[in-house]
């Protein structure tokens, strides 16, 4: 694969590396609301854990000469990104299922940029690692890969082309789309969007579409048949008064499974996130190690105790059907059970499966990337951090953490314990 040094090189002149860049991260929560509800699980059951995050790029981007120095500079103005008040208030508000001790600690917290490393090889490969204590590190994912992605979109003169009223446009008309074809659907593009501005623009233009209450044409008004449930910014949700949505990541599955094995992982962080949260922030994230694993220790209990899946690998017509099967045997009507669809979508596969579940169940959507990056003339990034390490306690061993999932393309970790869990699966 070419560097996209090389692809993009004749966008150089437009913006010099070395340039001082000014500040990206700005507010506190602007950050997905999963990394708080996670971020209060992790102190609620493994205060000293400690865990090691490493940085993937997809499409192994090779960066320009001296972008690791342009992230260094970013994360070292993060200390200065602190909790307002008016953020704690909106948080007590919206997300009600965190405690107040916990608001109190978010009003101490301070980014520590010595808990990440930044390097970058001879070819322009970014390697990142974050290592320290759980509860401090988890809130660095969100911020580290917006500083990549909005970064790598200002050096390749992505913000050059933008034409605002044009995209504003475009995001009415797919806002629309969405709303016509009756999906309920929630903004979760914080990770990989083309900048902070656009996707505020994005979330505003998606509120102001819905709150018409319908459009107009030669037939007379046609009220909406779907419904944006919110964004997955807390900051955007906070700023356009609207419900911030997640519930949990992949990481806690991950650690679990160096607890309690790979057969009985989901069914422990089911029990335990359901006790944190005394049956609130009840979407579950099943597939981190693929969905058997996850089917065959389903208990009843667990089934009832939580609203519904959120299915984020897999094709999703067969996800659906799985899904389905399952709540039947275990005597529970799939129709009072909602499920969640996140996986790399774009409007019209979310109207495709929409229609496939056919009010079976109460499905939802979560998209991303479609909503925050999808802009003329740009290529969106392909990046996560993902937990690679992790050790109970300070005084114990360090084990790797890998994910399967149902998609081939988003197994990370170890190659040789990916093998051997997957020969223990099955």
């Known amino acids: 694969m070419l560097c996209l040094v090389k692809e993009f090189g004749y966008f150089c002149h437009r ?19 999963y990394t708080f509800s996670c971020q209060y699980y992790v102190m609620s059951t493994y205060p000293r854990a400690e865990v090691e995050y490493t940085f993937f790029d997809r499409n192994r981007t090779c960066y ?9 500079e970013q994360l070292g103005q993060m200390p200065r990104v602190m909790i307002t008040e008016e953020e704690i208030a909106f948080m007590r508000k919206k997300m ?24 970058q090889d001879e070819e322009g490969h970014l390697d990142i690692k974050v290592r320290g204590k759980w509860y401090s590190t988890i809130m660095w994912e969100m911020p580290i890969l917006t500083i990549v992605s909005e970064l790598m979109h200002n050096w390749r003169g992505d913000m050059e082309h933008y034409n605002p009223k044009l995209e ?87 650690f679990e499974e160096n607890v309690s094995g790979v057969f009985e992982c989901n069914f422990n962080v089911m029990s335990k996130f359901s006790d944190v949260y005394d049956g609130d922030n009840g979407i579950y994230l099943y597939d981190c190690f693929g969905d058997k694993v ?4 389903l208990s009843k209990k667990m089934a009832m105790m939580f609203t519904g899946l959120r299915v984020d690998s897999g094709k999703e017509e067969e996800q659906t059907e799985k899904i389905i099967e399952k709540y039947k045997s275990l005597g529970i009507d799939p129709a009072t059970k909602q499920v969640v669809f996140s996986n790399g979508l774009n409007i019209e596969r979310a109207v495709e499966i929409h229609r496939y579940v056919n009010n079976r169940m109460q499905d939802s959507y979560g998209i991303g990337t479609f909503l925050t990056c999808d802009v003329e003339n740009c290529e969106p990034m392909n990046i996560v951090l993902k937990l690679t390490r992790s050790r109970i306690t300070e005084k114990r061993e ?29």
């Open 15 to 33: 913006f010099d590396i070395h340039t001082i860049m000014t500040q990206i991260i700005h507010h506190f929560t602007d950050n997905d609301a």
């Open 64 to 72: 320009p000469k001296g972008f690791e120095e342009l992230v260094k």
């Open 96 to 119: 009600y299922y965190l405690p107040e001790w916990y608001l109190t600690f978010l009003r101490g917290y301070r980014f520590n940029p010595h808990e990440v490393s930044v390097a």
């Open 168 to 254: 504003q446009e475009r995001a009415k008309e797919k806002t629309m789309e969405i709303l016509k074809n009756g999906l309920v659907l929630g903004d979760m593009g914080t990770r990989r969007r083309l900048s902070f501005d656009h996707h505020n623009m994005v979330v505003r233009t998606m509120k102001e579409v819905y709150e018409r209450g319908g459009y107009d044409d030669e037939q007379g008004h046609h009220p909406w048949t779907g419904r944006i449930t919110g964004t997955s910014n807390v900051y955007l949700a906070m700023k356009h008064d609207m419900t911030p949505i997640g519930t949990m990541s992949h990481q806690i599955i991950e």
């Open 294 to 297: 996850f089917f065959n220790n």
């Open 398 to 426: 360090w084990h790797d953490c890998v994910k399967l999932s149902c998609d081939k393309g988003k197994t990370l970790g170890n190659p040789e314990k990916c093998a051997y869990l997957l020969k223990q699966i099955g």
